[in-house]
C-alpha cells in the first residue's frame, strides 16, 4: 500500500510545473557556469594561482572538468535548498488548501502511511534533482573540459588529487550532497504539515536556513556549543572528500547529524499529521 501510494505522490510531484523549475535552474545555472569558464576560464584560473607561480610550478591542464565540478559544487549547494523546498514544501499544506487531503483520509490507508509515502517521494524527488546536478557538473564538465588533476585551496594550503583518485570522492561528495538536502526536505515537509497554505513552509524553510547559516559562521565562544548540531554547519562536509588524507571520522559525524535532523523532522512530523484535523 505504501509503495503504491508513493508511487501516486510522486506523479503528484511530477504533473505540477514547479517541480521542473529545479531541474530547469540547475541547467541553465550551470550551462552559463561551464559556458563562462569555457570562454574565459584561462583568465580565471591564472588569477587564482598568481600568488602560487612564484613558488610552485603548474604543468597540465588546471581548467578541467574536475575543477569545474568542484566549483559548481560549492556555489550551488547553498541555493539548491530552494529549490526543494519549494516542491516539497508544498506536499501536505498544498493539498490540505485545496482540499484533497480530507479525501485521502477517508480511504482505507493509515496517517502514517499517507505521511511516510509523502517523505518517500520527496525524497525520491530529492534524489532527481541531485542526480541532474552531479550529471550537469560532474558529466557534463567532463565532456566539455576534460579530465586532469584537481588543485584545491583548503585551511591546510594547496592539494593537488590526481586524476584517477577522484571518481569515487565525487560519487560521496554528491552522496552527501544529498543527505543535506534530504534534511532539507525533512524540515520542509514538517513544515508543511504545520500550515495550511503552501507558501508558509517554503518560507519557514529558508529562514531556519538561513538563521542556521549565520550562527553557524558567527565566531562567538556562546554559540560554539550549538554550531556542531546544525545541519548547515554538515552542508559542506562534501569539501573534507578532498582533503588528504580524507578526515573519516568528521565526515561519519556530519552524517549522523544529517540522519538525526531527517529522523527528527520526520519524527514531528508524522506525530503531527496524526494530530492534525483534516477531517472538516
Given at each position: 500500500?505504501?509503495?503504491?501510494?508513493?508511487?501516486?505522490?510522486?506523479?503528484?510531484?511530477?504533473?505540477?510545473?514547479?517541480?521542473?523549475?529545479?531541474?530547469?535552474?540547475?541547467?541553465?545555472l550551470?550551462?552559463?557556469?561551464?559556458?563562462?569558464?569555457?570562454?574565459?576560464?584561462?583568465?580565471?584560473?591564472?588569477?587564482?594561482?598568481?600568488?602560487?607561480?612564484?613558488?610552485?610550478?603548474?604543468?597540465?591542464?588546471?581548467?578541467?572538468?574536475?575543477?569545474?565540478?568542484?566549483?559548481?559544487?560549492?556555489?550551488?549547494?547553498?541555493?539548491?535548498?530552494?529549490?526543494?523546498?519549494?516542491v516539497?514544501?508544498?506536499l501536505?499544506?498544498?493539498?490540505?488548501?485545496?482540499?484533497?487531503?480530507?479525501?485521502?483520509?477517508?480511504?482505507?490507508?493509515?496517517?502514517?502511511?499517507?505521511?511516510?509515502?509523502?517523505?518517500?517521494?520527496?525524497?525520491?524527488?530529492?534524489?532527481?534533482?541531485?542526480?541532474?546536478?552531479?550529471?550537469?557538473?560532474y558529466?557534463?564538465?567532463?565532456?566539455?573540459?576534460?579530465?586532469?588533476?584537481?588543485?584545491?585551496?583548503?585551511?591546510?594550503?594547496?592539494?593537488?588529487?590526481?586524476?584517477?583518485?577522484?571518481?569515487?570522492?565525487?560519487?560521496?561528495?554528491?552522496?552527501?550532497?544529498?543527505?543535506?538536502?534530504?534534511?532539507?526536505?525533512?524540515?520542509?515537509?514538517?513544515?508543511?504539515?504545520?500550515?495550511?497554505?503552501?507558501i508558509?513552509?517554503?518560507?519557514?524553510?529558508?529562514?531556519?536556513?538561513?538563521?542556521?547559516?549565520?550562527?553557524?559562521?558567527?565566531?562567538?565562544?556562546?554559540?560554539?556549543?550549538?554550531?556542531?548540531?546544525?545541519?548547515?554547519?554538515?552542508?559542506?562536509?562534501?569539501?573534507?572528500?578532498?582533503?588528504?588524507?580524507?578526515?573519516?571520522?568528521?565526515?561519519?559525524?556530519?552524517?549522523?547529524?544529517?540522519?538525526?535532523?531527517?529522523?527528527?523532522?520526520?519524527?514531528?512530523?508524522?506525530?503531527?499529521?496524526?494530530?492534525?484535523?483534516?477531517?472538516?
Amino acid at each position: 500500500m505504501i509503495l503504491k501510494n508513493t508511487i501516486n505522490e510522486l506523479i503528484k510531484i511530477l504533473s505540477k510545473p514547479r517541480s521542473y523549475i529545479g531541474f530547469a535552474a540547475l541547467t541553465v545555472l550551470i550551462a552559463v557556469i561551464l559556458l563562462a569558464m569555457k570562454a574565459d576560464g584561462e583568465n580565471f584560473i591564472s588569477f587564482v594561482t598568481a600568488s602560487f607561480e612564484q613558488t610552485l610550478s603548474f604543468n597540465g591542464d588546471i581548467l578541467n572538468g574536475n575543477l569545474m565540478a568542484f566549483i559548481i559544487l560549492q556555489m550551488l549547494i547553498i541555493h539548491v535548498p530552494l529549490l526543494v523546498a519549494l516542491v516539497t514544501g508544498d506536499l501536505v499544506s498544498g493539498e490540505a488548501a485545496m482540499g484533497t487531503l480530507r479525501m485521502m483520509a477517508t480511504k482505507p490507508i493509515s496517517r502514517n502511511a499517507i505521511l511516510t509515502s509523502k517523505l518517500l517521494a520527496g525524497a525520491i524527488y530529492t534524489f532527481l534533482l541531485t542526480a541532474w546536478m552531479a550529471f550537469m557538473a560532474y558529466g557534463i564538465g567532463q565532456w566539455m573540459f576534460g579530465a586532469g588533476d584537481l588543485i584545491v585551496l583548503n585551511n591546510d594550503g594547496l592539494v593537488i588529487i590526481p586524476a584517477d583518485d577522484i571518481a569515487w570522492r565525487y560519487v560521496y561528495s554528491f552522496g552527501l550532497a544529498y543527505l543535506s538536502l534530504l534534511a532539507i526536505a525533512a524540515m520542509s515537509i514538517c513544515f508543511s504539515v504545520f500550515s495550511d497554505n503552501s507558501i508558509g513552509p517554503i518560507v519557514s524553510t529558508m529562514a531556519v536556513i538561513i538563521f542556521f547559516t549565520i550562527i553557524g559562521t558567527l565566531d562567538v565562544p556562546s554559540l560554539s556549543y550549538v554550531q556542531p548540531f546544525l545541519m548547515t554547519t554538515h552542508m559542506a562536509a562534501w569539501r573534507s572528500l578532498f582533503e588528504m588524507p580524507v578526515p573519516v571520522g568528521d565526515i561519519l559525524t556530519s552524517v549522523y547529524v544529517l540522519i538525526a535532523h531527517i529522523l527528527g523532522f520526520s519524527g514531528l512530523a508524522l506525530w503531527k499529521f496524526n494530530k492534525k484535523d483534516i477531517n472538516t
